[in-house]
């Protein structure tokens, strides 16, 4: 029963009927079907190498939880070990965990970038970092999609309006919401030219692209002015985000990152997932190849059936456009057995209502085969 107007819960209430109004109404669902959803791409959620790290670690006393901050009795020996293995592994100098990709990015931005300098944002990066950079000391900017020169376009308007500050170039490595890639080696000379910081979200490339699953960042880790987030709770299975960073800025967190430094740590149990996870990617180079493979094959098999390539990752955008289309197309797949849902504004453009199609190692060809099948049934082959 809706409240009436002079109820307390009133203005939630009708917020929540215009929203369904508009079909943008989230509902939570439990997993159900074939996975063509998660983000868990090398289907290390459930490796049993982890799982029985994890049971081991238990069984020889590993706490639960920290108990604390780091900067308290919260700093585990699992954390350091991990951050240790991961600077080696990443090729940078530090390396610093967190409990969430979304909060690693909001504590970056809240930190290190300083009053007077200016963040330049491409148009297209995660919630978290329009959050931290809003949230932060520095004025920030657009910068475009994937556009090195409008980013430079912009830095250039700023020093001639009398800015004076350091440049802050804010990316994500492969996009979310419509898998493409940034173009990081234009990017790097930009940053390089401009005497700038790079930072680069790695959340969708980690564990799945470059040298052993070290991302497409990997040639460029070790730069001064290159900050990396690599998160964990996608192709690496299990929670966090580590930060890759020269010593001096890791050092400069440690002390100044309020999202660090008034936080409890993350679970000593996570953190040892994490290393593992790690550990896979450098033992099994092949896992990462095989779902290489399979990205291909689907978007082989896809532009045979509609005519064209959605992507060229592991995330395939299927633009619908209306909201309500959108979630009774998913809706229809679901039925079918696929797990497969829409995502609409404001996480995507409006008009841009879309099927999220994600590969993982969860499914192999025949599962892609059948999938690729119902949804030309579903729409009649009228891809968009």
Not at 194 to 210: K, P, R, S
Request: proline share 5%; aromatic share 6%.
């Amino acid at each position: 029963m809706t409240p009436a107007p002079n109820n307390k819960l009133f203005r939630y209430a009708e917020a929540l009927q215009t929203l369904n109004d508009d079909g943008r109404l989230r509902l939570l669902k439990p997993r159900s079907g074939i996975d063509f959803v998660s983000n868990d791409y090398l289907a290390l959620a459930n490796a049993p190498q982890i799982r029985d790290a994890v049971i081991a670690a238990l069984e020889a006393g590993t706490p639960i939880g920290s108990g604390g901050s780091r900067s308290l009795r919260g700093n585990c020996a699992e954390h350091e070990r991990l951050e240790s293995y991961a600077a080696q592994f990443f090729g940078a100098d530090a390396a610093l965990f967190f409990a969430a990709g979304y909060v690693a990015n909001f504590a970056v931005l809240t930190t290190l970038p300083q009053r007077g300098d200016l963040l330049v944002l491409d148009t297209l990066v995660h919630a978290s970092i329009h959050e931290g950079a809003r949230a932060g000391r520095a004025e920030h900017r657009d910068g475009g999609h994937n556009d090195a020169q409008a980013m430079d376009d912009t830095i250039k308007t700023w020093r001639a309006e009398g800015g004076t500050g350091r440049v802050w170039l804010v990316v994500e490595s492969l996009y979310s919401m419509d898998g493409d890639f940034a173009p990081l080696e234009q990017l790097i000379a930009l940053a390089e030219r401009h005497d700038a910081f790079l930072m680069v979200d790695e959340a969708h490339a980690t564990g799945i692209y470059g040298p052993q699953g070290r991302g497409l960042t990997a040639p460029f880790e070790g730069r001064e002015n290159l900050i990396v987030i690599h998160t964990c709770g996608k192709a690496l299975g299990a929670a966090g985000a580590l930060v890759t960073m020269t010593r001096v800025l890791r050092d400069f967190m440690v002390n100044r990152c309020r999202p660090f430094i008034f936080s409890t740590a993350p679970s000593p149990l996570v953190a040892l997932a994490v290393q593992q996870a790690l550990m896979l990617l450098h033992d099994e180079p092949e896992r990462p190849q095989r779902l290489l493979d399979l990205i291909q094959f689907t978007h082989r098999e896809f532009e045979a059936r509609f005519g064209r390539r959605l992507s060229n990752s592991q995330i395939l955008p299927y633009i619908v456009g209306d909201n309500a289309r959108a979630m009774t197309l998913a809706a229809a797949m679901q039925a079918r057995g696929f797990d497969i849902r829409g995502i609409r504004p404001p996480t995507v453009p409006a008009g841009t209502a879309r099927l999220r199609i994600s590969l993982t190692l969860n499914v192999g060809e025949a599962e892609v085969l059948a999938m690729l099948d119902a949804l030309d049934e579903e729409t009649k082959g009228a891809a968009r």
